[in-house]
């Protein structure tokens, strides 16, 4: 009699430790969810209909980008735009207005590269 409760007593320590583990590992996702790996090539902002403007010192209007959809990369710390219009704005009231079918620009930086089409009115 005092086996066969050593035994029952072992089986169920082991079912509650399974039951355990089981739920652990099939909720782990939500216990802890910055364990998540997000993949380097994926953004994480999303904007459609993007605007972005600069003014000089005087508040007049230095240039003016507009984009269909850009994304935010963390990894790099960058964005990409899908059809940006990219207006300059020139100190005698001259102007260029440059579309492309891409662009990208790294954040901190006032450099934008246009990609495929690009075309520039002046």
């Given amino acids: 009699m005092m086996q066969s409760t050593g035994v029952s007593f072992t089986a169920t320590v082991l079912v509650i430790l399974a039951s355990g583990f089981i739920f652990w590992h099939v909720n782990s996702?939500?216990?802890?969810?910055?364990?998540?790996?997000?993949?380097?090539?994926?953004?994480?902002?999303?904007?459609?209909?993007?605007?972005?403007?600069?003014?000089d010192s005087n508040g007049n209007l230095h240039h003016q980008l507009y984009a269909k959809s850009a994304k935010h990369y963390p990894h790099l710390n960058s964005m990409e735009f899908?059809?940006?219009?990219?207006?300059?704005?020139?100190?005698?009231?001259?102007?260029?207005?440059i579309n492309a079918a891409e662009g990208s620009s790294a954040q901190d930086t006032d450099t934008v590269v246009l990609r495929n089409n690009v075309r520039i009115a002046h």
């Fill in 29 to 55: 996702d939500r216990i802890n969810p910055s364990s998540k790996i997000t993949p380097i090539d994926h953004h994480d902002a999303y904007i459609d209909g993007a605007r972005y403007h600069t003014t």
């Fill in 82 to 97: 899908s059809e940006p219009e990219l207006d300059l704005f020139g100190p005698a009231g001259e102007s260029w207005h």
